[in-house]
């Protein structure tokens, strides 16, 4: 039943080292996004993508990258891992202007 | 550049107190405005959405208001009960759709029972 899911729920791996963190939402939603929780508890839009438009927050280094399969799946890859990349990263979905429905987070730490 | 603001950051009440939440926003050109909820270990919960047009929203013991000339917005939480406990963000949208989100650090609220 669950609406946003994303795996794995905790990550933990060295710098250097791609590794990928997966999103599905069963909502029907079109447009799926990856937000960034820092330390400091500020949450930050990573990418919008739908089946039409990836929007790219011009901070995100290109390290990151989203891939989607299909409308209702939309991972998160990221290559050469840094300590500064350790936060929660929170996938979501919405449909039109509709509120955005999030999954419960991926703590990624880089060691 | 947009930014949010919520005061305090941190709130601690006993259980069955009415209390308010509060949000600010530098440039009032806001297209929506969402309050969330955020539980331990858990992703955020929509609570209200406040369309720029509208003054507030309610749902059930939650009012949402709207002053987009001002740049502010509280979430008015009425007889609280020690499941609200949470961190509860406010998010302003400068554009169509859900994008443009510019997220505020939050209010940790503690109810006690």
């Known amino acids: 039943d669950t609406a946003v899911s994303q795996t794995p729920k905790y990550l933990v791996t060295q710098m250097g080292n791609d590794k990928s963190i997966k999103c599905e939402q069963n909502?029907?939603?079109?447009?799926m996004y990856w937000y960034k929780q820092d330390s400091k508890k500020f949450l930050k839009i990573m990418f919008s993508y739908n089946n039409k438009e990836l929007i790219i927050n011009e901070t995100v280094p290109n390290r990151f990258s989203p891939k989607s399969p299909d409308k209702a799946h939309l991972n998160l890859h990221i290559n050469s891992l840094e300590l500064g990349d350790s936060a929660v990263y929170f996938c979501?979905?919405?449909?039109?202007?509709?509120?955005?429905?999030f999954g419960n987070g991926t703590r990624l730490t880089v060691t | 550049k947009q930014e949010v603001t919520q005061i305090p950051a941190a709130l601690s009440v006993p259980e069955g107190e009415n209390l308010v939440l509060n949000c600010s926003f530098t440039?009032?050109?806001?297209?929506?405005l969402q309050w969330f909820r955020q539980d331990p270990g858990k992703g955020l919960t929509s609570l209200l959405l406040?369309?720029?047009?509208?003054r507030e929203q309610t749902s059930g013991r939650l009012n949402a208001s709207l002053d987009k000339s001002s740049g502010r917005s509280t979430l008015y939480i009425a007889a609280s009960q020690p499941g609200d406990s949470a961190t509860y963000l406010c998010?302003?949208?400068?554009?169509?759709?859900?994008?443009?989100?510019?997220f505020g650090k939050g209010t940790k609220l503690s109810v006690i029972p």
């Open positions: 998010a302003v949208s400068s554009g169509a759709g859900s994008y443009q989100l510019t």
């Open positions: 909502l029907g939603h079109d447009t």
């Open positions: 406040i369309q720029s047009s509208q």
């Open positions: 979501a979905s919405s449909r039109g202007n509709s509120p955005l429905h």
């Open positions: 440039d009032s050109a806001i297209y929506n």
